[in-house]
């Protein structure tokens, strides 16, 4: 058994070795911005481990949403085709699975999978700060009054 090895479903959905390919370059990916921001513990070992603990987690969901994810997706994306489609052509990448921080990157890596879509939506934001903001798009979308700072 490989140290990075797929469970059902996953394993039935995505090929191990694009998989492997994906979780060295995420896992490059995240230590490069971490040391950029001052962890120079940071270590692209570490962070497959912590990665693929996550892909395993996560049951081939969304962990914020809960929504299944497109896991077919994994190394698919093309830059050309988003220059020349722009959002549309991203769109289709929604529930791309994508790596989330779940902390600043300066200590312990922690990591949690969920799409493109609600990665982008979160950006930086800390877990509680994320939900505080969904919170105020469903009071303004459903027309509950927001409670405003002064």
Known sequence: ????????????????AVYEKWLARKARAHVKR??????????????????HRAVI?????????LEKLDWSLLSKYDNEQSKLHGRNYKKLFAMLPSVDHVDDGLGKANFKICSWQTNDAKNDL?????VELCKKVVRVATNKPIKRDC
């Not at 140290?3 to 394993?11: E, I």
């Not at 040391?35 to 692209?44: C, K, L, P, Q, Y």
């Not at 800390?126 to 994320?130: C, K, P, R, T």
């Open 57 to 65: 987690e996560s049951d081939g969901l969304d962990a914020y949403t």
């Open 34 to 51: 971490d040391r950029e921001r001052g962890n120079d513990s940071a270590t692209v070992a570490e962070y497959k481990v912590e990665i």
């Open 1 to 16: 058994m490989k140290k990075y090895q797929l469970v059902s479903p996953l394993s039935e959905i995505v090929d191990q």
């Open 126 to 130: 800390a877990y509680s700060e994320f």
